[in-house]
C-alpha cells in the first residue's frame, strides 16, 4: 500500500488530495496516514508472532498522542526516554506495564514518577544509575525491574550522530562490566532483574551488525545463566532503517528471520523498540512555496517550513525527497529548497529538480519520524499543526502554535 500517492497528478494521503488540507489547515503541516501506521506495526508483530514478544514503540521518533493511542490500541509498549514521555503515554492511554525506561541521565524524579506508575522496566545505562535506581526504590518502598543496556561495541555502520553502540559513545554499560552489575543488582532486595538490552544506533541499513550485537548479548546471557541470573526477556533494541530515497533496508521480516534465528531455543520473550520504521513513512511535511529566487549561482525555492519544523537536513545532512503536490508542465529546474530562517544551514532539501512556482505546494516525504518530535521554536515559529488521515477522514491532532502559545511563560520583570 502506498499512502501517499498521485491521482489526476495530485498527491493524495489515503482518500484525501492534500490540496484541500492545505486549504483547510494551512501550512506548513505535518500529514500522517492511520493506515501506514496500522500497516507498519502489523509488520512488526507478525514477523515476530511465532515468539512471544513486545513492540515498544520508541515515542522520541513522534509522540504526539493521536499516534501513541493509535499504537495503544494496537496491543503495542512504549521505550520512553523522559518522565515527559511517560506522561505523553499514560495521557494516549498507554499501558504503564508496556513501558520500558530507556536513557542515560534520568533523573530522581523520573525514576519514582516510573516507579508510581508501575512500568515494565528501566533499562539501566550506568553503575551510577543502578544505584539511585535502588535507592529511589528503597525510598518508595518498592521493587524495581530493571535490564542493564549493554554497548556491545558493535559499529552500525550509521551517521556518527545516532550510532550508539560503540565503545566511545556515552550510551549503555560496557560488555565486560556487565557481569559485575547483575551480580550487584542480583544482591539488592530492592532491584528484580528481568532483562537485558542493546542498541547500536538507528537508521541501520544492514542486517548484520543487529545480529552481531545481539550474538554479543547471548553470550552474556548465557553467562549469568551459569551464575543461577536467569532473565525473563531479551530487548533487542531500535528497529530496521527505512528508505528515503535510493537506500534498501532489509525488510521487517528478513530482520526478525536473522534474529529468530539466533535466538531459537532461548525461552526469553523478545522486546523490540523500533521508532522510524513505524512512523518514518507514514508521514509527509507539506509545505508551500513562498517565492521564487533566482540568485547569481544557485536558484532557491524559499517555502514557509524551515529547520526548525524538520531538522533532520540541517543536522545530519539528512536527505528527503521532495515533490511537487500537483504535478505541472513546465521547465524543470534546479533548487535549493530552503526555509525563512536566518542561517545558511537552513536547507530542506539540495540540489532539487522541480517544475515549480511562486504559491505551489509540495510535500517533504518519510518526514513521520524526528519531524516534529524534533521542532522548535527557533526565529519565533511557531510549530506546524499535525493531521492524521484515515481513508477520507481528516483528523486535526495538533493544532498549530500561536505565537500566544511561545510568550506564554515568559515575564517582563
Ligand atoms: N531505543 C533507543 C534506546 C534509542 O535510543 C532509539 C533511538 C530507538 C530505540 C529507536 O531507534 P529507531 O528504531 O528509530 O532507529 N534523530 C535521529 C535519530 C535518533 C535516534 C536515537 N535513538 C534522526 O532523525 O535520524
Do not use: W
Not at 512500568?119 to 553503575?127: G, M, Q, R
Not at 534465528?261 to 518514518?280: A, C, D, H, T, Y
Amino acid at each position: 500500500m502506498n499512502p501517499f500517492h498521485y491521482e489526476n497528478g495530485i498527491l493524495h494521503a489515503e482518500e484525501i488530495d492534500l490540496p484541500s488540507l492545505a486549504e483547510k489547515y494551512g501550512t506548513p503541516c505535518y500529514v500522517y496516514s492511520e493506515a501506514a501506521l496500522i500497516e507498519s506495526y502489523r509488520a512488526y508483530s507478525e514477523a515476530f508472532s511465532s515468539r512471544e514478544h513486545l513492540v515498544c514503540y520508541a515515542v522520541k521518533a513522534n509522540s504526539n498522542l493521536a499516534i501513541l493511542n493509535l499504537f495503544a490500541r494496537l496491543g503495542c509498549g512504549f521505550d520512553i526516554v523522559s518522565g515527559g514521555e511517560l506522561e505523553r503515554v499514560l495521557a494516549a492511554g498507554g499501558d504503564p506495564d508496556k513501558v520500558v525506561f530507556s536513557g542515560v541521565g534520568k533523573r530522581a524524579d523520573e525514576i519514582r514518577m516510573a516507579l508510581e506508575a508501575g512500568i515494565l522496566c528501566f533499562n539501566v545505562e550506568s553503575e551510577a544509575e543502578l544505584y539511585r535506581i535502588m535507592e529511589v526504590a528503597r525510598q518508595a518502598g518498592k521493587k524495581a525491574n530493571i535490564s542493564f543496556r549493554v554497548n556491545p561495541n558493535v559499529d552500525a555502520g550509521t551517521h556518527p550522530y545516532i550510532s550508539t553502540g560503540l565503545r566511545q559513545n556515552k550510551f549503555g554499560i560496557p560488555h565486560d562490566e556487565a557481569l559485575r552489575l547483575y551480580r550487584i543488582a542480583h544482591q539488592s532486595e530492592h532491584l528484580h532483574i528481568l532483562g537485558i538490552d542493546c542498541h547500536i544506533g538507528s537508521q541501520l541499513t544492514e542486517i548484520p551488525p543487529f545480529v552481531e550485537a545481539l550474538e554479543k548479548i547471548l553470550l552474556l546471557v548465557a553467562a549469568l545463566e551459569k551464575e543461577g541470573i536467569h532473565l525473563s526477556h531479551i530487548d533487542v533494541g531500535g528497529g530496521v532503517g527505512i528508505r528515503y530515497s535510493d537506500e534498501n533496508p532489509p525488510e521487517i521480516g528478513e530482520y526478525a528471520k536473522a534474529l529468530l534465528e539466533k535466538l531459537e531455543g532461548r525461552k526469553q520473550k523478545i522486546l523490540l523498540e523500533p521508532g522510524r520504521s513505524l512512523v518514518g513513512n507514514a508521514g509527509i511535511l507539506l509545505t508551500r512555496i513562498e517565492y521564487l529566487k533566482h540568485g547569481e549561482e544557485k536558484n532557491f525555492a524559499i517555502v514557509d517550513c524551515a529547520m526548525n519544523d524538520l531538522m533532520r537536513p540541517a543536522l545530519y545532512d539528512a536527505h528527503h525527497d521532495i515533490v511537487a503536490v500537483k504535478q505541472r508542465e513546465g521547465k524543470m529546474e534546479i533548487y535549493e529548497v530552503v526555509g525563512p530562517v536566518c542561517e545558511t544551514g537552513d536547507f530542506l532539501g539540495r540540489e532539487r529538480s522541480l517544475v515549480a512556482a511562486q504559491g505551489d505546494l509540495l510535500a517533504i516525504l518519510s518526514a513521520g519520524a524526528y519531524g516534529m518530535s524534533m521542532s522548535s521554536n527557533y526565529n519565533t515559529r511557531p510549530r506546524a499543526a499535525e493531521i492524521l488521515v484515515s481513508g477520507k477522514t481528516a483528523h486535526l491532532v495538533r493544532e498549530r502554535e500561536s505565537v500566544g502559545h511561545l510568550i506564554a511563560l515568559e515575564r517582563i520583570p
